[in-house]
C-alpha cells in the first residue's frame, strides 16, 4: 500500500506509521503484536507508547499465541 502524507503535515514517515498502528491497534482493527510490527517497535515499546498515550491494553488470543511461542523459545515452557 502506498501512502501519501503531504510535507506540511510536518510528520516523519515514522511517526506516520507510528501513529497509523497505534489508530488501528486502539480501533482493534490489528493486534498488539502486529501494530508493534507495523510501527518498527518492539511490542515492549509499543506498549509503552499505547500507555503515554492513555491507550489502553486489549490481549487477544493472537497476543496469548505469541507470547506462548517466544516463552517455547527461550526454553521457559
Known amino acids: 500500500m502506498y501512502l501519501e502524507i ?44 499505547l500507555a503515554e498515550r492513555g491507550i489502553p491494553l486489549a490481549y487477544d488470543a493472537e497476543d496469548l499465541e505469541d507470547d506462548i511461542a517466544t516463552l517455547k523459545r527461550l526454553g521457559q515452557l
Not at 20 to 25: D, Q
Not at 31 to 49: E, K, P, T, V, W
Open 6 to 49: 503531504p510535507g506540511d503535515l510536518g510528520l516523519t514517515e515514522e511517526q506516520a506509521r507510528l501513529d497509523f498502528a497505534v489508530g488501528l491497534y486502539s480501533s482493534r482493527a490489528v493486534s498488539l503484536a502486529r501494530a508493534a510490527r507495523m510501527a518498527g517497535r518492539s511490542r515492549i515499546d509499543f506498549q509503552r507508547i
